[in-house]
């Protein structure tokens, strides 16, 4: 009898843990996506984004048992996409296995018609391409799948439409691909979202307001960022409204209307401390700086300055340093001493090109990943074809007509793929040569107007503090924009890159041109001023007027004659 006992106990303990796992998850068995969505996210908040370990795996196991008990199959995939997401917050260390892991849900999804699943599990492995792998292009990838499987699915039935498309034009935006970061944006604004995703509307906003300031578009800037402030909720008041502020305060700076600036980007900053968002907090303190020193306040520039530098390091972010520096330099010039000033400009040239070579580091490998897939992929076609050739080959015994039929198959698509891979590599070298060919384009360019900006500092402060300084300090200044030999190697260089046997056909035109007759020239093919030659080689603009009536005179030009002409046509 107490055995009988004993096993009926155990059974009715069973039963009642059962239903108890029943009940707990009572409210989402089939139960659809977006009726359940509110909870589902709940869970993983709980569960997958919290230090519980073990505890965590124990839920998603029971979490399966009652969809598997309740025949609900999109809530075990729904488990099993929970599952791989706490694997990757677990397990960082492997990548290959939450990839593979991924692309079995999405094949999964596919098959069972789980459109919802399928998208969010592309959707983090486009994340995971990104964050983890830096694979930019495999991310990309995925989300070009996504897009247009997006369009067969209401937001109704799939809450995190309009999140999905504000990422793409994040994605896009970082890549300063504005027109695409603009388009998507838009069509997320274009999507109804629930309360809890609000802010995805203003993220969406931002996205398009910070890619018409980079594009000099401020006033449809500002108008989105106006309309975040009107589409701040309780939740993310804070937040959104900083940013936004911050954004029409660097507008407003932008277009030298500071008196509008300052309350804004002193609003941004209050904000950012709040919530303890250093770098909104570092950038908008950098800019409030540089106008209090354009607003001859250098005791509060300074101050200001001092501040923003504390939160550069606590944001630990590189974008914020060159103007940091640059208004570093301004200060210290005003104040008089040169050397810092000297040694800040040359850190803000030195934090810009870091910056600029990573983010060209960036579209290099992403280019370089586009052309690896399209190797993959063509791989992929070889490998098929082979296939398709061996069974051919196999069939060849069959009849003399089939044998010759697979040979004259064999050497057409030989040939077909020589021919392929001889034009990707002549499309390669092209590519590769058009990058170069850019890439230095961009730094001559930013080799002239590193001179011009120089140039415009060196003016600005002799013009404001050369009353009561001594000309000694006024040569100081001049000192930092003078072009040495061995920047004129770097430039000549560059110059070449560009402008092709510019040099080698000057020389011939005119043999006995002097170093100083050719860098004219060089300088006069850049659209130099007489004032920015000047300053580049270190002479007056009486000596560059010497210098171009001595090669008007070796090339026998008439007064009426422009020298621009035969500079442009050499």
């Known amino acids: ?93 492997m990548k290959k296995k939450h990839i593979l892991d991924l692309k079995a849900l999405i094949a999964k999804s596919q098959k069972a018609g789980n459109m919802q699943i399928h998208l969010r599990s592309r959707r983090h492995l486009a994340h995971f391409y990104w964050y983890e792998t830096k694979n930019y292009e495999r991310a990309f990838e995925e989300y070009l799948t996504i897009h247009p499987l997006l369009k067969k699915i209401s937001e109704k039935d799939f809450p995190e439409k309009a999140y999905f498309l504000s990422q793409i034009g994040e994605a896009y935006y970082f890549f300063a691909d504005y027109k695409n970061a603009i388009s998507f944006s838009r069509e997320a604004l274009t999507v109804d979202v629930i309360r809890d995703h609000r802010g995805v509307h203003n993220m969406a ?41 911050g954004n029409l305060g660097r507008t407003a700076y932008l277009r030298g209307k500071y008196d509008e600036a300052v309350p804004l ?43 923003a530098q504390k939160y550069v390091w606590l944001s630990r972010i590189k974008q914020p340093l060159e103007l940091l520096y640059q208004v570093f330099g301004k200060i210290n010039a005003a104040k008089g001493n040169f050397v810092l000033t000297n040694m800040y400009l040359d850190s803000a040239t030195i934090t810009r090109n870091a910056f600029e070579k990573d983010f060209n ?66 499309n390669d070298q092209l590519k590769k040569a058009e990058q170069e060919l850019t890439f230095a384009t961009i730094q001559l360019e930013e080799f002239t107007r590193s001179i011009s900006e120089k140039n415009l500092l060196v003016e600005e402060l002799s013009a404001r503090y050369s009353i009561n300084g001594s000309e000694e300090t006024v040569q100081e200044l001049q000192k ?63 000596s560059v007027r010497v210098i171009r009536h001595r090669i008007r005179k070796k090339l026998n030009l008439p007064e009426e004659a422009d020298l621009k002409d035969v500079v442009s046509t050499i």
């Open 1 to 93: 009898m107490k055995r009988i006992f004993s096993r009926c106990f155990i059974i009715v303990c069973l039963l009642f843990s059962a239903l108890s796992a029943d009940a707990q998850f009572d409210h989402i068995i089939n139960k659809t996506h977006a009726e359940r969505y509110t909870d589902l996210r709940k869970f993983i908040d709980s569960n997958i984004y919290t230090d519980r370990g073990p505890e965590a795996y124990k839920s998603l196991e029971t979490l399966k048992k009652v969809a598997l008990r309740n025949n609900d199959q999109d809530l075990v995939m729904e488990a099993d996409l929970m599952r791989i997401m706490l694997d990757r917050e677990v397990h960082k260390d």
């Open 205 to 245: 906003m931002n996205t398009i307001g910070l890619s018409y300031m980079k594009t000099d578009l401020l006033n449809s800037a500002d108008i989105y960022f106006k309309k975040i402030l009107s589409n701040v909720g309780i939740g993310d008041y804070a937040v959104w409204k900083g940013i936004a502020q």
């Open 361 to 426: 580091a960036m579209q290099m490998l992403r280019a370089s990943e586009k052309a690896q897939l399209q190797a993959h992929k063509a791989d992929m076609e070889r490998v098929a074809a082979e296939k398709q050739i061996k069974t051919l080959e196999r069939n060849i015994l069959l009849t003399l007509v089939l044998l010759l039929l697979m040979v004259a198959l064999y050497f057409y698509k030989t040939y077909y793929y020589k021919t392929r891979e001889k034009q990707r590599i002549i």
């Open 480 to 542: 930092i924009t003078i072009l040495t030999d061995e920047q004129w190697e770097y430039f000549r260089t560059l110059f070449e890159k560009i402008h092709v046997g510019y040099l080698s056909r000057l020389r011939a035109k005119l043999p006995g041109l002097t170093p100083a007759e050719t860098r004219f020239m060089a300088l006069a093919r850049l659209d130099l001023t007489y004032k920015e030659m000047a300053s580049t080689l270190g002479i007056s603009v009486q």
């Open 265 to 307: 980007l002193e609003a941004c900053v209050d904000r950012a401390v709040i919530i303890s968002d250093h770098t909104q907090a570092a950038a908008a303190l950098t800019l409030l700086s540089d106008i209090y020193f354009r607003q001859n306040n250098i005791s509060k520039a300074e101050k200001t300055i001092h501040e």
